[in-house]
């Protein structure tokens, strides 16, 4: 009689101190393309060499940061053929990789000769509320904890699935 009443109030103790746990909410993480656009005309009287030169001067500014990113560089007009070629080989002198430059070539007339374009991946996380002490359960449980090992991913667009990641014509 003893072990029976002994377990009905161990059982009893179990169930009546366990609390219905919610299921934590799923976060909304988005990974939004950011573009950057570096773009040159050539003017009337303007030579190729004064360009060149802003384009080189441009890339040796943002060299950190361009040697990250997937870059494009564009040309509509022959004066933009060349600054391209000139902008590919001193990317790769400076240690961009091959593999991440994409050369491409309008066909149609544009309102600029180069472009080069460079694009980067950012993790939007959402904003999450503070924890609430005695709603054991109630709050989006690893809010924080998702939102900070997204945020601190150097390349989140390797954790989509495998798509084409090609940079968009300016012309889109």
Request: proline share 3%; hydrophobic share 40%; with cysteine.
């Amino acid at each position: 009689m003893k072990k029976i009443l002994f377990a009905l109030l161990i059982s009893t103790a179990v169930v009546g101190c366990s609390t219905a746990h919610k299921a934590p909410k799923s976060n909304a993480t988005s990974i939004v393309p950011v573009v950057y656009q570096y773009d040159l005309k050539a003017g009337n009287d303007q030579e190729v060499s004064s360009l060149s030169n802003d384009v080189d001067d441009y890339i040796h500014q943002n060299i950190e940061s361009l040697i990250k990113l997937d870059i494009e560089l564009v040309s509509s007009s022959k004066t933009g053929e060349v600054l391209a070629k000139k902008a590919y080989e001193l990317l790769l002198s400076l240690g961009a990789d091959s593999g991440k430059i994409i050369l491409s070539q309008l066909e149609e007339f544009n309102k600029v000769d180069f472009s080069l374009i460079a694009k980067k991946y950012e993790v939007q996380v959402p904003i999450c509320t503070s924890k609430k002490i005695f709603l054991y359960g109630g709050d989006s449980f690893g809010c924080t904890i998702d939102s900070m090992r997204w945020a601190s991913i150097v390349n989140p667009e390797r954790m989509l699935p495998k798509q084409n990641n090609q940079l968009a014509s300016p012309q889109e």
